[in-house]
């Protein structure tokens, strides 16, 4: 966390005891300022902590307030327990947010978020738990406005927090946050590849990231055999959580979803550095990351050529199934995530191949490149102007268009795939 290497300002790190586990509290110190423009201003100091119940944020004004409302959306009222001034309080949507209100001015809150509790359809986990950390999204729980009065304010420090007690990696260029009770076979398999992965991005997606990229790694025990590995990437971090007992030993499966993982977050970090990439779709931008991914593995010889084939088989074979689902355009909107990673990395390899002796991520900085000066920067339509650019043959942007955007159930997934490759769609 970015605490640690002290590169955020008006931010403190403070040890603490809670049930006997010694934990880390971040203090953020947030200046909001009433929008529109106005003379007043409020500072809140926010400290988000572990315990039994799950990950708790205390907000504590500098001076008592009446009322104050947090950007967290309602849905998430059944997942909040709050206490003001130390007694349980009323909380009610306003509007998009979450408000709090007193019998008189208070100067703290805490919320507890309860771990028991699922998160809201649709909406991707704001906590991430492991077995004596987590990992939270700061964002939606900074204050949207005080004594009824909308401001604006943006924390100093990064968006993913770490909460707990952690182990600290460093290297040159990267930093990595991660539990005790991670693996050895993982953490062996972590150290040996980031560094690696994190070199070679920068020589072939361009220079130096802004700040140096921070890599946090939570651990769950789950269930004997099992490997579930859960990931989420934004500017400068990286979140992986590992699920199961399959990862205690170094076998050939773990082994390969540990490393791709790993290979797919670290490459969203370069994304996001990138004009535009917000317009991009789940399976242009998920399916980019896996494929820059996937090959950098083959390219840096952490895959050997049969893993490489034997990968692009498998994914071949998954993204024939997942086309009987429906369009890959609306395959996210589906709640069919695999299908967007699996065609993803077709559309990509297949673009790639048009073009004599390049490589995934020499096309995809192509493609970034080329969408920067776009109004709808690296959206589907740049990117099929950009195919026909790169690849010269009208057929095949057509069928990479159709391969996107056509309903391909109960046809034959595996001849489709093969059809975008030959441009015969």
């Given at each position: 966390m970015s605490v640690l290497s002290g590169k955020t300002p008006g931010a403190a790190t403070l040890a603490v005891a809670a049930g006997g586990l010694a934990l880390f509290v971040l203090a953020l110190v947030l200046i909001l300022r009433p929008a529109p423009q106005g003379s007043q201003s409020y500072q809140v100091q926010l400290y988000p902590f572990l315990t039994e119940a799950g990950v708790e944020i205390g907000y504590r004004p500098v001076e008592p307030v009446e009322s104050?409302?947090?950007?967290?959306?309602?849905?998430?009222?059944?997942?909040?327990?709050?206490?003001?001034?130390?007694?349980?309080?009323?909380m009610a949507g306003e509007?998009?947010?979450?408000?709090f209100d007193g019998s008189e001015p208070f100067d703290l809150v805490s919320i507890v978020i309860d771990r028991s509790l699922e998160t809201p359809a649709k909406a991707y986990p704001l906590v991430q738990y492991g077995t004596g950390a987590a990992v939270i999204d700061i964002t939606p729980f900074q204050p949207v406005a005080v004594?009824?009065?909308?401001?604006?304010?943006?924390?100093?420090?990064?968006?993913?927090q770490w909460v707990g007690q952690p182990l600290l990696w460093e290297g040159e260029n990267i930093v990595?946050?991660?539990?005790?009770?991670?693996?050895q076979a993982v953490q062996g398999m972590i150290g040996n590849s980031i560094a690696v992965l994190n070199d070679y991005y920068k020589g072939v997606l361009g220079g130096d990231l802004p700040a140096r990229p921070e890599l946090y790694m939570l651990y769950a025990a789950g269930q004997p055999g099992q490997i579930a590995i859960e990931g989420d990437s934004v500017r400068g971090q990286v979140l992986i959580r590992f699920i199961g007992g399959g990862l205690n030993e170094v076998g050939q499966e773990a082994r390969r979803r540990v490393l791709e993982n790993i290979a797919h977050e670290m490459a969203h970090l370069w994304q996001l550095e990138r004009d535009g990439v917000g317009a991009a779709p789940d399976w242009l931008h998920e399916g980019g990351a896996q494929a820059i991914g996937l090959e950098s593995l083959f390219i840096t010889e952490q895959y050997a050529d049969a893993d490489y084939a034997a990968m692009?088989?498998?994914?071949?074979?998954?993204c024939a199934n997942a086309?009987?689902?429906?369009?890959?355009?609306?395959?996210?909107?589906?709640?069919?995530?695999e299908a967007s990673y699996a065609c993803g990395v077709m559309a990509w390899t297949a673009l790639s191949a048009q073009r004599?002796?390049?490589?995934?991520?020499?096309?995809?900085?192509?493609?970034?490149?080329f969408a920067a000066g776009r109004r709808d920067g690296q959206s589907a339509e740049a990117f099929y102007?950009?195919?026909?650019?790169?690849s010269g043959s009208e057929p095949f942007t057509r069928s990479l268009r159709q391969f996107v955007r056509a309903d391909w159930s109960g046809a034959n997934g595996r001849m489709i795939v093969d059809g975008l490759f030959e441009g015969s769609l």
């Open positions: 104050l409302t947090i950007g967290l959306s309602p849905d998430y009222l059944a997942a909040l327990s709050v206490t003001m001034n130390g007694e349980i309080v009323r509007g998009d947010g979450i408000g004594n009824g009065q909308r401001v604006s304010g943006q924390s100093p420090g990064p968006r993913f990595m946050l991660y539990e005790e009770a991670m693996p692009l088989g498998r994914t071949q074979r998954t086309l009987a689902g429906g369009p890959l355009d609306r395959a996210a909107a589906r709640g069919e995530h004599e002796g390049a490589t995934v991520v020499a096309t995809w900085k192509a493609f970034a490149d102007d950009f195919a026909a650019e790169w």
